[in-house]
């Protein structure tokens, strides 16, 4: 039950993203130091919480992990490149919300710790999609309320993809360890190819580049405050 109430976190930073971007849109310097801050706190996570266990599991189910994701992702990124406008954008933030609820369920797999952390580094990137998605679809769309909800709607698919993490908890270890390495694969992804892309579409300021350390080094004191 408190596995579900975390979860559902990310969901509530989504909706408070999309209403606040309908009411008063922020800005591009905004957007990139919170994209800069995010990208710092997911690869925080990839790299302190889930690199670590793998490092002592099966060499084969890592390989095997670790390519499966890097083809998810070049799909999601050539479903990008291949639809235009908000249906291109809908589709790719709709699977990488949804690899994302999976990655999460899989850290409360290994342990509450590895949860919580990820559920902080994940309510905030699923914060900046709903900024980013809404920003999008308010272009196009005259009602706030059905752009709030389709926001919304899709970071329901979260706590979908936690859903499915919980019949592979049941699995033979090797196969729990190549899902780890796919969901590592993700969000290593999500920062480099992502985040940090769309961070640097306008050109930096020294504050706003430093925000991508002040989120790695936020998440890392916390791994040590909790531990």
């Known amino acids: 039950m408190a596995m579900w109430l975390f979860i559902l ?21 905004l957007t990139s130091a919170i994209q800069h801050f995010t990208a710092g706190v997911v690869f925080a996570a990839a790299a302190g919480e889930i690199l670590p266990d793998l490092k002592h599991q099966g060499f084969w189910p890592v390989i095997l992990g670790s390519v499966a994701g890097v083809l998810a992702m070049l799909a999601v990124k050539s479903l990008e490149t291949s639809t235009r406008g908000s249906v291109s954008l809908l589709v790719a933030v709709g699977v990488d919300v949804f690899i994302d609820g999976l990655v999460l369920g899989l850290g409360f797999v290994a342990g509450q710790r590895e949860g919580l952390l990820l559920t902080i580094a994940l309510t905030l990137e699923i914060l900046f999609l709903g900024l980013a998605v809404t920003t999008e679809l308010a272009e196009t769309s005259r009602s706030k309320l059905a752009v709030v909800g389709t926001t919304v709607g899709l970071s329901l698919l979260l706590p979908v993809g936690a859903a499915v ?57 916390l791994e040590q405050a909790i531990a």
């Open 9 to 29: 976190a990310p969901v509530v930073a989504a909706a408070m993203g999309a209403t606040i971007a309908v009411i008063r849109p922020p800005g591009i310097t």
């Open 165 to 221: 993490a919980i019949p592979i908890s049941g699995m033979p270890q090797p196969v729990i360890t190549a899902f780890f390495a796919f969901g590592l694969v993700a969000l290593l992804y999500l920062v480099t190819e992502e985040l940090l892309v769309e961070a640097h579409a306008e050109p930096d300021r020294p504050w706003v580049a430093a925000m991508f350390f002040a989120g790695f080094l936020l998440l890392f004191m």
